[in-house]
C-alpha cells in the first residue's frame, strides 16, 4: 500500500507509529447514544473506523510534507522510552515501528528542517525527543520545532500547576536546546505554510494548511477522532477541553472546506479528503473512511440517505472521503465490483 499523496506541489506522506483500537464509543463520545451508534455501525464497520466490540480504531500518524523548498513533520506521535502508565500500548514503548516507517518513506531524521504541532497533547510530541545517555534529546537535530503561543503558555501554565509529563519530557526539553519556535497565528513557514486557529480540543489547537498562495492541503490534528464526527459535527470526544467549542470549530472547518480541491488529511484516522473522488451519489468504503458528506441545517450527513436528500434541504456541500491510494482504477473497480480494494 502507497502512504504517498500528491496535490499542488507538494509531496505527502504517512508516517504510521500505530493504528490500533483504543475506547469504545460510547465512552470516548460521551454525546453518542446506543441508538445513534446502531445507525451508523455499519458503515462503520464496513470502514474499519469501530471493531466488533464497539472501540473505536484511531491511527496514531505523523505527516511529511515535502514543498519546493523545506521537508516538514506534522505532529510526532507517541515516542519511544515515554512512561505513560495510562495507556499500555505506550507506556516505555521499546519498538522501532515509527523509525522504520520514517526510512521506508526515504526519510533521515538529519532530513527534517521543522517539526510542527497541531498541539501538545501526549500523542502529538512523542518522537520531539529521544532518549540519549539518559537525557531528553531533540530526535530531529536540524529541526526548528513549532509550538502555538496559546498551545504552548496553556501547558505551561498546567506543568506549573501539577506536572505534566508529556510537557516535561517532550516539549521542555527542546526549548532548553533552543530549537523551539514558540509563534502566534500569523506565522507561516515560507509561502507553503500557514496555521489555521482551531481551538476547542485544546484552548492552543491548530491546523496547518499548505499550498503556494492557496491552501492545496490542510492537517486538521484532532479537530476530529472518528469519521462519525463528520456525520454529526456537534459530537465531542471527551478528551475536548471545551466540547462546545470543539464543535463549532469543526463544523466551521467541515463547512470551509467542503466542495474544493483540498487535501484534508487528519491525525486520527486513516483517509484523506479530496475533491477528486468518484461522483456525489456512490458510497465510497476504504480503510478508515467513506464517501459524500453533505452538510445541511442539521447534522452533516456522511452517508448519503433519502432523509437528507430528500428533506427540503439544500446542502451546503460535499466532503468526499478517499484513502491516498484510492485512484481513478479504484474508483472503476469500485463501480463494477461495489469494491475499491483490489
Known amino acids: 500500500m502507497s502512504l504517498k499523496l500528491a496535490t499542488g506541489d507538494l509531496t505527502i506522506h504517512r508516517i504510521i507509529e500505530q493504528e490500533t483500537t483504543f475506547l469504545a464509543a460510547l465512552e ?3 454525546g453518542l447514544t446506543p ?25 496514531f500518524q505523523s505527516y511529511i510534507v515535502k514543498t519546493p523548498h523545506h521537508t516538514i513533520l506534522i505532529d510526532s506521535c507517541i515516542g519511544n522510552d515515554k512512561p505513560r502508565p495510562l495507556r499500555p500500548k505506550w507506556n516505555m514503548k521499546t ?5 522504520r516507517a520514517l526510512a521506508a518513506a526515504g526519510f533521515s531524521v538529519g532530513d527534517i528542517d521543522f517539526v510542527m504541532c497541531t498541539h501538545l497533547h501526549v500523542d502529538h510530541v512523542g518522537w520531539n525527543t529521544r532518549l540519549e545517555n539518559g537525557r531528553w534529546v531533540p530526535t530531529f537535530p536540524n529541526a526548528r520545532y513549532v509550538f502555538g503561543k496559546t498551545e504552548f503558555d496553556y501547558w505551561t501554565e498546567q506543568h506549573a500547576k501539577t506536572p505534566v509529563p508529556p510537557f516535561g519530557d517532550s516539549v521542555l526539553p527542546i526549548v532548553a536546546a533552543n530549537r523551539a519556535e514558540i509563534v502566534r497565528n500569523d506565522y507561516a513557514i515560507g509561502d507553503h505554510a500557514r496555521i489555521l486557529p482551531t481551538p476547542g480540543h485544546t484552548p492552543g489547537h491548530v491546523a496547518f494548511t499548505f499550498g503556494r498562495g492557496k491552501d ?3 492537517f486538521s490534528g484532532d479537530l476530529m477522532h472518528s469519521p462519525l464526527q463528520t456525520h454529526y459535527p456537534e459530537l465531542s470526544v471527551k478528551f475536548d ?24 488529511l487528519h491525525r486520527a ?10 461522483a456525489p451519489g456512490q458510497r465510497v468504503f476504504l480503510r478508515g473512511g467513506l464517501a459524500n458528506c453533505r452538510v445541511g441545517k442539521g447534522a452533516l450527513s456522511a452517508v448519503p440517505t ?37
Open 269 to 278: 484516522f486513516s483517509i484523506a479528503l479530496r475533491g477528486e473522488n468518484p
Open 28 to 30: 470516548m463520545l460521551p
Open 35 to 59: 441508538e445513534l451508534l446502531a445507525e451508523n455501525r455499519p458503515w462503520m464497520r464496513e470502514a474499519g473506523a469501530i471493531d466488533a466490540d464497539d472501540v473505536l480504531i484511531l491511527c
Open 216 to 218: 492545496d492541503a490542510v
Open 241 to 264: 477541553v471545551d466540547q462546545a467549542q470543539a464543535a463549532a470549530t469543526r463544523r466551521g472547518f467541515l463547512e470551509r472546506y467542503c466542495d474544493n480541491r483540498y487535501a484534508v
Open 95 to 99: 519498538d522501532d515501528l515509527y523509525l
Open 306 to 342: 433519502k432523509r437528507s436528500s430528500d428533506d427540503g434541504t439544500p446542502p451546503v456541500g460535499t466532503l468526499r472521503f478517499a484513502h491516498p491510494t484510492f485512484n481513478a482504477s479504484a474508483a472503476r473497480r469500485l463501480s463494477r465490483t461495489g469494491s475499491a480494494c483490489d
